[in-house]
């Protein structure tokens, strides 16, 4: 079986091969991958090479695969997992495996690791070391890249479900926020608090309150376009989004709250000052969850250490979610309750997957999704209008025809649009992909 991947040589060094996959072992699992997403973890492997935690220090002469949101359907199952798995099934994965037996010896992972598996591939090999840790998930929704975009929300969901909140004279943790307390998120119309509100709204425990801040009214308007006030009642929830560049953020929610304030606050900007809006905007026994991974060590905040003493103020960090965060992710998706669309803001084919990579930080927007088997260029889901009138041949026909589609929910990537991309794969191929 050939496959046409994105291979990594060493810093900086990517490049798009097609060659042939070994055959599979009886305890490994042939893939086909449809999409996959471009995660900032791949642009630090890409910039890094041997120097990054998971790349191996022989990969001049044996190149690993990058890339590890992914999903696609399997095409032949070892004998060792058969009945276990079906030819057909579709899948997500958990690439945080850190199998301790892998190329690495620690920290191993799918798509850093290993010379078969990888996301940004045709085809790929599911290695004995993940299917031994149960981090090949199944999956039965409706589109492929719901699943791809499984391993961001699993980050989410594992925020919420490690909040904590301990009464007075308890030693007893209570974990997950307050069902039916007071609920914000800081710097929250980004494409993960996006999917933190969609999780807050639709997942199994809502607050009473959700305030979510940014300082753009022109984020902030989106947002309340793809989560109205309406909707988020009918959930329970009263939603409520306040712009803090010119308000006191303190003050405003003390009147929502009735000197309340918040029982959970997740800051989702590696900004002080955002910290410490988190912590003033806790009332009694309230959590703080700097959800924000910043890259500078020395970044620090003022901490109201009185406010931690006698209101039993919490705070608490979380980075990544485990393989029970991406099961949730996945059965919530299958049963059509979460939809992670709102994170994706850039659509491609394989043939952009180095060029991504190694210029993320450089292009604006949210999550940029490849389909592994099409020969085009990244493109802003809110260009495609524009694209349209100005592209010629089958390029122009796609943009043209998934316009519309896009124009119908919202602006967002979707289900129906995937599905009109899909239809393209014979005439946007990447070469040797078919």
Known sequence: MKTTALRIYGAEDLRLETFELPPIKEDEILVHIVSNSICMSCHKAAKQGTKHKRIPNDIAEHPTLLGHEFSGKIVEVGAKYKGQWEVGQLFGIQPATNYPGGPVGVLSAP???????????????????VLEMNCLLPYSGDAFFKASLAEPMSCIIGAV?????????????????????????????????????????HGPRQPKMLIVTDIDD??????????????????????????????????????????????????????????EQGQRILGFEGTLNFFAGPTDTTLSAKLNIYDVHYNFHKVMGTSGGNTEDMRIALELMSE????????????????????????????????????????????????????????????????????????????????????????????LACSECL
């Open 218 to 275: 022109a984020r902030i308007n989106r947002v309340k376009e793809l989560y109205p006030a309406e909707h988020a009642k009918s959930c329970g929830v009263e939603l409520v989004f306040i712009n803090t560049k010119d308000v006191d953020l303190a003050q405003r929610v003390a009147e929502l709250t009735n000197g309340k304030m918040v029982d959970d606050a997740f800051v989702f900007a590696p900004i002080p000052a955002v910290f």
């Open 161 to 201: 479900r490690a909040n904590y909140h301990v009464a007075p004279g308890s030693y007893q943790h209570e974990m997950g926020i307050i069902a039916g307390g007071n609920m914000a998120i800081l710097a929250g119309c980004g494409p993960m608090g996006l999917g933190l509100i969609d999780y807050t709204l």
């Open 111 to 129: 798509g850093y690791s290993y010379r078969y598996i990888g996301g940004n591939a045709t085809y790929a090999i599911i290695p004995r070391d």
């Open 336 to 427: 059509g309750k979460i939809n992670p669309a709102a994170m994706v803001t850039h659509i491609g084919g394989i043939t952009a997957a180095a060029q991504t990579t190694l210029h993320l930080p450089e292009i604006p927007g949210g999550k940029k999704l490849l389909y592994t088997e099409f020969d085009m260029p990244l493109v802003a889901i809110d260009d495609l209008e524009r694209l349209g009138k100005e592209s010629t041949g089958v390029l122009g026909e796609l943009y043209r025809g998934l316009a519309p589609i896009v124009a119908q929910h919202k602006g967002l990537w979707s289900t129906d649009a995937e599905r009109f991309l899909l239809g393209f794969r014979d005439k």
